[in-house]
């Protein structure tokens, strides 16, 4: 999670990358859309390089122009883009959205971003334990233990 | 977005509510287990409660205790920080997971984050389309129907 912030948690970053996802590519788009300093656009596109979400390279089109484009790893962030709007437009925004997510083939609204089990049975977070992963330092593993207690 | 990250965007906050899931209730707790300066996580906390994710309250065992609790706003976040979480195992540590989300009463890891259909089928990001909400700025609708066009 400190990593995670680390990423995306600096201002304008969540910003740039919902340009992206909207189909922008080229540095001053970005800053006409977001009407964002050409300084703070390019640390943010920088550190979206660095951390693999995002990549730099010449457009397809036009060899001398330069494309910042979303990586797998970043387009792989959509779920989380989309269930963070989703969960803003109901609670910060009174179920006033900017911004709706629909099915293409059928214009129909996509379902809320919810967690499934894995046989695909809606969780509710009460459903939901955190276990230690094979990563974890043994004070997570321990704190887990103590939280699964409760 | 720009909302958004404005109250999960700073550092520490998801790490605060993190630990609020974990069911952490005690000032004196957050700050053990997240080694977290008094200042920074009494701020943190103060923006989670004015931003309605969390609620300041007497514990119910021992009214001279505070205790703070996930409101059912900031529990309504759990897919999001689920879908954070396994995107971080995935992308940013060689899926090397420092925890893992399991249904309590299968012991099966939940099935990652997606976005479903109105009638539960998978969706992939090619699948879906943004569109302006009620409460979009014209400017952000003409952006919308720009991005549909690509």
């Known amino acids: 999670m400190a ?4 990423i995306i948690g600096e201002g ?14 080229h540095f001053n788009e970005f800053e006409r859309e977001l009407g ?44 989380v883009l989309i269930g963070l709007t989703q969960w803003a437009s109901e609670h910060l925004c009174d179920g006033q959205a900017s911004m709706r997510f629909v099915e293409k083939e059928s214009g129909r609204e996509v379902a809320p971003v919810g967690v499934l089990s894995a046989d695909g049975r809606p969780l509710k977070l009460a459903d939901i334990a955190m276990v230690a992963g094979p990563d974890a330092d043994p004070s997570l593993g321990a704190r887990l233990a103590k939280a699964a207690e409760r």
Chains 1, 2 share one sequence.
Do not use: C, H
């Not at 990593?3 to 680390?6: A, I, L, Q």
């Not at 304008?12 to 590519?25: D, H, I, N, Y």
């Not at 457009?59 to 797998?72: A, G, K, N, P």
């Open 36 to 79: 964002i300093a050409r300084n703070i656009l390019a640390d943010r596109l920088k550190k979206l390089v660095e951390a693999g979400l995002m990549e730099r390279a010449a457009s397809t089109t036009d060899r001398r122009v330069v494309e910042y484009r979303l990586t797998w790893s970043g387009q792989a962030l959509f779920p």
């Open 3 to 6: 990593r995670v912030t680390e």
């Open 12 to 25: 304008w970053t969540l910003m740039v990358l919902r340009e992206a996802f909207l189909g922008t590519r």
